[in-house]
């Protein structure tokens, strides 16, 4: 049997490539329109409603003047730790559930399942970053904020969450085709994680037993680097992305292999 060339194995590599991007264009176009539709801002949507909510939350904890254990300000802890939350809380809402109903979708060979949860994990990131960034600009611009320290820290902080967001995403996406129990689980789990996340305090200033019960919560430790790196010297953060980092790499192999297992089985209707 004829072996193929480099060559062609390339071109085959690169046209494949092609039709996957293609194929996750035209689901994140749909996802937009669907979720947003063309009336009022449409699209803007996407990073306005999650500024709306880092908002109310700046707002609240400033009313009720919250304590976090530092000196920061109220304002800059509730950007950093509120939208971190939005990024890696919201991937897994929006996949729980979405292969049901997009199940017609299925009829296109170039479809796959992970494309996906793939297209709703994005849109999630860009919504979350877009707000992120605007909302640090313009506090920035109003001299209510002052820039990062570290730039790449929190940018480097930033991806390990979305990292993190989206392995938990797809693994979650993938189980709730299963079971909808997950779908029940899920909600109320998020709102119980969001106090334990790291969102509202900041690790040094909790006893050292609380130390190190909550240092077991991945997110922590992401959201800890993203205040290292905008506040520098004055958060003195604890982390360690020798856990974190192995902690989503197996969080990944286990969604890419619910995937595959479900993919086996997908019905389009």
């Not at 969102?199 to 909790?206: E, G, K, R």
């Not at 909550?214 to 004055?234: A, K, N, Q, S």
Request: aromatic share 12%; proline share 4%; charged share 15%.
């Amino acid at each position: 049997m004829a072996r193929a060339t480099p060559i062609v194995r390339d071109a085959s590599l690169r046209l494949s490539w092609q039709v996957q991007l293609r194929v996750l264009g035209a689901l994140l176009m749909r996802e937009t329109l669907t979720r947003y539709g063309r009336h009022n801002i449409g699209f803007l949507w996407l990073f306005v409603e999650p500024m709306i909510f880092t908002l109310g939350v700046t707002a609240l904890w400033t009313l009720s003047k919250s304590v976090h254990g530092s000196d920061l300000p109220i304002v800059a802890f509730a950007l950093t730790g509120y939208s971190s939350v939005l990024l890696w809380r919201n991937m897994p809402g929006r996949c729980i559930g979405a292969l049901k109903g997009n199940l017609a979708l299925m009829y296109h060979r170039n479809v796959k399942v992970l494309d996906i949860y793939l297209a709703r994990v994005i849109l999630e990131f860009a919504g979350a970053t877009m707000s992120f960034s605007a909302l640090g600009t313009l506090f920035i611009s109003l001299g209510i904020l002052e820039p990062p320290q570290d730039f790449l820290k929190v940018v480097a902080g930033w991806l390990l969450l979305a990292w993190f967001g989206a392995a938990l995403a797809i693994f979650l996406g993938a189980l709730s085709h299963r079971s909808e129990l997950v779908d029940k689980i899920w909600h109320p789990a998020a709102y119980l994680l969001f106090p334990l996340s790291g969102s509202a305090f900041l690790v040094a200033a909790l006893p050292q037993g609380a130390q190190e019960i909550v240092l077991y919560i991945p997110t922590v430790h992401g959201i800890e680097l993203v205040r290292e790196g905008w506040f520098g010297d004055r958060a003195r953060a604890i982390y360690d992305l020798g856990y974190f980092i192995p902690f989503t790499l197996v969080l990944s192999a286990l969604a890419m292999l619910q995937v595959r297992r479900i993919a086996r089985f997908v019905v389009p209707e």
